[in-house]
């Protein structure tokens, strides 16, 4: 049974960081594209930031520069480390992974076989 458990999530104020990781088990982890995705209220689910099994990784244009997805695949963990939050960051966010081939970006949700069950984060201004 795949499980995925999300955290670091939390309250920040606008400028602040925070560090979300994700531990998977129950599949071999090393054959998944990792995802980082978030829902606002009200508001679609939508991708943050990917990391392939290669290493290529995916931005949202408005994490660009602030958000760094990484992973270890030793750990099973996916982490996004978020820097100068600002309020339109908030929501929850889950992480996600796909099989993939080693240097695909999933960007869709369809293409996604695990979530987690997601780690709130808000911001305040």
């Known amino acids: 049974q795949v499980q995925m458990v999300e955290s670091g999530g939390g309250l920040v104020q606008a400028g602040g960081s925070l560090r979300l990781s994700c531990t998977a088990s129950?599949?071999?982890?090393?054959?998944?594209?990792m995802g980082w995705w978030r829902q606002a209220p009200g508001k679609e689910r939508e991708v943050v930031s990917v990391?392939?099994?290669?290493?290529?990784?995916y931005y949202i244009d408005s994490a660009e520069g602030r958000f760094t997805i990484s992973r270890d695949d030793v750990k099973n963990t996916v982490y996004l480390q978020m820097n100068q939050l600002k309020p339109e960051d908030t929501g929850m966010y889950y992480c996600?992974?796909?099989?993939?081939?080693?240097?695909?970006?999933?960007?869709?949700?369809?293409?996604?076989?695990?979530w987690g069950q997601g780690t709130q984060v808000t911001v305040s201004s």
């Open positions: 996600a992974a796909a099989r993939r081939s080693v240097w695909d970006i999933p960007t869709r949700e369809e293409e996604y076989n695990h």
């Open positions: 129950g599949l071999t982890f090393d054959e998944y594209s």
């Open positions: 990391i392939s099994r290669g290493g290529t990784r």
